[in-house]
Structure formats: C-alpha cells, structure tokens
C-alpha cells in the first residue's frame, strides 16, 4: 500500500530535549515536505527537499532541520525545542514527474502531536 | 499576501443540506492545482477533490464539487446531502508549477486558514 509514514505520532517532551520524527514514503517520491499546523494559520510549510541531498527551507524554518540522505526517508529534527514548537506536524512526498491525472497532489502522512513542556 | 484565503471561520449545515465553502486564491502562474482537504478531529489530512488550473470542467468526487471560476480566482468547495459525517475542519489548497527546461517543477502547497463545518441533525 502508497503510504507515508510518521513516528512517533504523539510525543511530549520538555524544553531543550533534542528529538527527531522520522518520515518515510514507499513511493519513490522525489518530493518531501515538512508542515506544522496551527490554529488559525492552517499548514506551514517548514522544510522541503526536491531530491536526495537536497534541502531547502519553507516559510517558518527557525529552530528545525532536517536531511535527505535517502530517497524514502526525511526526519524532522528539533536540536533545542521549545514551546512554541507545539504543533501538529504533516510530513507530505510527491513525484517530480507525476504520471496520474492528478499531477500537484501531495500524499500527507497522519500527523505527529508535539507538545513541549 | 495571503495566496488562499478562507473566509468563513466556522459553517453550520442542517443534515441532508448542501454547503458551499468559501476559497480565494492568489498566482501570477499559469499552471496550478487547487486542493480540498478534509480533517476530522482525529487529525489526518483527507484528499477530497482537485482542480487543475488547465481543466476546462469543475471537478466532481461523488457529493463533492469544486465551483472553479478562474476570471474570480475563486475555487470554492460544494458538499451536497451534508450528512454528520462531514462535520470536520476543511482546507482549500493551492500548488504552483513552474516551466522549466524539461518539465514542471512544483512548488509548495500552500493552505488556507481551514474553516470548521458543523452538521446538525
């Protein structure tokens, strides 16, 4: 089954603890995407990466990073969190090259509640 | 500036009515997909329909429908026989695409700010 993943889906955590959420797609998807959603301020995109071992930031890239090392895989990694990172966080993939009749569309992964104390 | 704009922050639909949800959007490109969301309370993000900025028909998927108006820049969402299933928030969403040498290259989605649809029996 086309899917993509994400762990863990619900995490507290305390100010200033180092953590990651592993993203990963079975797609071949050259496209991956971080978002955080907030009340009011729908997605925000936070990271993308157009290929492996290529990263660029999105609109609210502060206090995240992120690599691409394989094509499947994208983690989001919070060196320092604090709490205004809580936050639902969307990984998306999508194809460079898309072959179906719906050539924009991204493929979202459940969502990871982030809460930091 | 807001490239997609939501307008109603809350709607509230008797049971077996039709809904329209309000969706501006804002491009200088040509080429671009418009999306609509559906999240339930339980959080995932739910495909309901697409509109492709080329497509000379507004989209249908079964009880949804997307009212394009390209001249208006407005790509609103029509639920059909609301059922309480489809108290949720919505999303209208926007995809550019950019010409470059050997195809298209795809920007990010861009969202609203959702609006909550309530269902009353």
């Known amino acids: 089954e086309a899917q993509v993943t994400q762990n863990p889906r619900y995490l507290i955590t305390v100010t200033g603890k180092k953590l990651t959420v592993t993203c990963s797609q079975n797609?071949?998807?050259?496209?991956m995407s971080w978002y955080r959603q907030d009340p009011g301020l729908g997605l925000r995109q936070i990271y993308y990466?157009?290929?492996?071992?290529?990263?660029d930031k999105g609109d609210v890239p502060e206090g995240y990073k992120v690599s691409r090392k394989e094509k499947r895989n994208f983690p989001l990694i919070l060196e320092s969190p604090s709490p205004n990172q809580t936050s639902l966080y969307f990984c998306?993939?999508?194809?460079?090259?898309?072959?179906?009749?719906?050539?924009?569309?991204?493929?979202f992964g459940p969502g990871t509640r982030l809460t930091v104390t | 500036a807001q490239k997609i704009t939501q307008t109603q922050p809350g709607m509230f639909v008797q049971e077996k009515e039709a809904v329209t949800l309000d969706c501006t959007y804002d491009?200088?490109?040509?080429?671009?997909?418009l999306f609509w969301y559906k999240q339930p309370s339980s959080g995932e993000m739910i495909f309901l329909i697409y509109q492709g900025s080329y497509d000379q028909q507004n989209a249908t998927e079964g009880r949804y429908s997307l009212n394009f108006q390209k001249a208006r820049k407005s790509a609103n969402l029509v639920i059909s026989a609301s059922q309480l299933g489809d108290s949720a928030m919505y999303f209208c969403a926007m995809r550019e695409g950019h010409l470059v040498a050997g195809g298209t290259s795809y920007g990010k989605l861009t969202f609203g700010q959702g609006t909550i649809l309530t269902v009353h029996p």
């Open positions: 990466s157009m290929n492996v071992e290529v990263t």
């Open positions: 998306a993939s999508s194809s460079n090259y898309p072959t179906s009749g719906r050539p924009y569309e991204q493929y």
């Open positions: 797609m071949n998807h050259e496209y």
């Open positions: 491009t200088s490109d040509p080429s671009y997909g």
